[in-house]
């Protein structure tokens, strides 16, 4: 990275006082849930260029929404906005179940269909994609509504270069059947979607409306997008220090701190925004579950939860050096929302998956390791820049704010460097890497203006956040799977199986009949004479794969929802087979990113 032999050695060991208020931070633990980026199987995007769905540049078509975003960040409104939803001249609906075209194809060969192209893969999947554009654009993203796709669906976002982000059903919003798609930069978006063999030939089985495209912008220093322009960023805004020019004279742990910082950004209505965070450690040591800490006025809700994108180690080489390209570096998307409250302004969450070479920030939630005059130490991503340095003091004379009073929140004055917009969420840190809280944002005379020191800055604080991060952050919050008759308990009980079925006649709970190993086991459904389906949960915890897979084989046409339930994450998985259908094998490899 830079400057210092610190580094990933640092390695903290982890240890717990006081009923496990402290925690310290760590570094070198292993990535978790880490995903392969396989490259789609047939690119049939690449081959949608003539037909290609085209906008024009939004200084052209979308002038208000331009300003409107330019208005709100000039207000210091929070989130930082840095983009918005943009229609598509007409929607998509795209229908790959008994609604595709006769696909009698031979594989590999492409046929139109609803704006792009259908092929059939060498196993029997029935692959779409389409091509997107959009003039000017700095970096796109694609939205599906009305989503039904079955297990197993495979999804690829690329671009005209070397970006390019597999992802799958885990960033569906379940409610409202909506996703968002990862980002891809530039002004050419292709998607490609692959559902598996035998999907097609029931109704709903394979099919979604695509109808908008959002659209990302850089900003400029007053908080204004920029469209159809690249300059090279600055690094001189006023107050903002470069974290790269920050040495551990300064903080003695920058190195591994910046490893736990990321970019957030999200969909917030049909906005996207811009914050930041921090991964958080947990009591259990060399664990690395991505506990993630921003503030609750960013993300709020498990559909926002869905949309995030958090971008890695977005950071120049060396102090004072040109940025990264977004494109080039790693990232996160999507995760599950374990608690959050506007009382102390925190949300805390559980990433789908992180890239190696993370750092985990400790924690202090006892409230008198912020006295008057502490000195606290910040890395954010004011206006979605790169990392940025500031240092404050706390202040427990400092009015109060309507709104953010103690003891919810910690007031402080600033010493060195600033924030803005785009730095909400960021963690603030105690010397040693212990977090005691995340930032709401500034108040006092001018809080509009980042860098006047007239300002105080407020965190949301976290020895009152504790109390509701405190179930997952010492892994007292879960109840394990308890065997009986209708629930099979895998994997040292953390893993429930249960089902439900039901007939023309009458319904009922599937039967155990046997467990066979810690990983599978047999239920039936009328008899135990007649076994009905074979259930396993294997653990795929290992690269490349990285997940729990779920697999099951039932012999029956009788409706049916098999439940699946991580009871250490608290994340459920549910499938179904309607009455009549003979049941299809299940061989879900993408089950549970919730790995170790």
């Given at each position: ?13 982890m ?61 210091r ?12 001249l ?13 696909p ?37 993203r ?39 798609t ?37 900003l ?17 805004l ?7 020019c920050?040495?551990?004279?300064t903080?003695?742990?920058i ?6 910082i ?34 609750n ?18 950071y ?10 977004l494109?080039?570096l ?29 750092a ?6 006892d409230?008198?390791?912020v ?12 206006l ?14 400092a009015?109060?704010c ?33 977090m005691?809280?995340q ?31 405190v ?11 308890v065997?009986?008759?209708t ?48 259930v396993?949960?294997?653990?795929a ?20 929802t098999?439940t ?15 009455l ?11 089950a ?5």
């Open positions: 990275m830079k400057k210092t032999a610190l580094g990933l050695a640092f390695g903290l060991a240890s717990s006082v006081a009923a496990a208020q402290l925690v310290e931070m760590e570094g070198s633990l292993p990535a978790a849930g880490e995903r392969q980026v396989a490259q789609p199987m047939l690119r049939l995007a690449d081959r949608a260029t003539a037909s290609a769905i085209a906008l024009a540049s939004a200084i052209e078509a979308a002038p208000d929404e331009l300003e409107a975003i330019a208005d709100w960040n000039r207000a409104r929070e989130p930082a906005r840095i983009g918005f939803a943009r229609p598509l007409e929607a998509l609906q795209v229908d790959l179940g008994a609604g595709a075209p006769d009698a194809l031979r594989s590999g060969e492409a046929v139109a269909h609803a704006g792009g192209l259908l092929a059939r893969g060498a196993a029997g999947e029935l692959v779409w994609g389409a091509r997107f554009e959009v003039a000017d654009a700095y970096r796109l694609l939205h599906l509504t009305e989503v039904e796709l079955p297990e197993g669906t495979q999804m690829w976002v690329y671009g005209g270069g070397n970006e390019l982000v597999a992802f799958g059903l885990e960033l569906l919003s379940e409610e409202e059947r909506s996703l968002w990862p980002s891809i930069g530039g002004g050419v978006i292709h998607l490609e979607v692959q559902v598996p063999a035998g999907s097609e030939g029931a109704d709903n089985a394979g099919s979604f409306v695509l109808a908008d495209v959002a659209e990302i912008f850089q400029d220093p007053a908080g204004r997008p920029l469209v159809g322009v690249s300059p090279a960023p600055s690094h001189d006023s107050c903002l220090v470069d974290a790269q920050i040495t551990p004279a903080f003695d742990v190195d591994l701190v910046q490893q736990a990321a970019r957030l950004q999200f969909m917030v209505g049909s906005s996207v925004a811009v914050c930041s965070g921090g991964l958080l450690n947990d009591t259990v040591p060399a664990t690395a579950i991505p506990f993630f800490q921003t503030a006025h960013c993300i709020s809700t498990q559909s926002v939860t869905n949309t995030l994108e958090a971008f890695w180690d977005y120049a080489p060396s102090c004072g050096a040109p940025w990264p390209n494109g080039s790693p990232r996160s998307n999507g995760g599950m929302l374990l608690a959050t409250g506007e009382s102390s302004d925190f949300s805390l969450l559980r990433l789908h998956s992180i890239p190696p070479n993370r985990f920030l400790g924690w202090n939630a409230p008198a390791a006295p008057h005059g502490t000195v606290l130490h910040r890395v954010s991503h004011p979605g820049f790169a990392q940025a340095y500031s240092r404050t003091l706390v202040n427990v004379n009015p109060v309507s709104g953010v009073s103690r003891p919810g929140f910690l007031y402080q004055t600033s010493d060195l460097g600033g924030t803005q917009v785009g730095s909400s969420g960021s963690p603030v840190i105690l010397p040693g890497g212990f005691v809280g930032l709401a944002g500034l108040c006092g005379p001018e809080p509009s203006e980042g860098c006047n020191p007239a300002n105080r800055t407020v965190d949301g604080a976290f020895s009152e956040s504790f109390s509701g991060e179930p997952f952050l010492t892994g007292t919050g879960f109840t394990p799977c065997p009986s008759p629930s099979l308990c895998l994997h040292n009980n953390r893993f429930r199986v249960e089902v439900d079925w039901e007939t023309a006649s009458g319904e009922g709970d599937g039967v155990v009949l046997t467990k066979l190993s810690d990983a599978s086991g047999v239920f039936y459904f009328f008899n135990p004479s007649n076994a009905e389906m074979l396993k949960v294997l653990n915890c290992v690269p490349p794969f990285n997940r729990y897979w779920v697999f099951f084989a039932a012999t029956t046409n009788v409706e049916f098999v699946v339930t991580d009871t250490q994450a608290d994340v459920t998985k549910n499938y179904f087979n309607p009549g259908r003979a049941a299809l094998p299940i061989q879900d490899t993408q549970f990113a919730t790995c170790p």
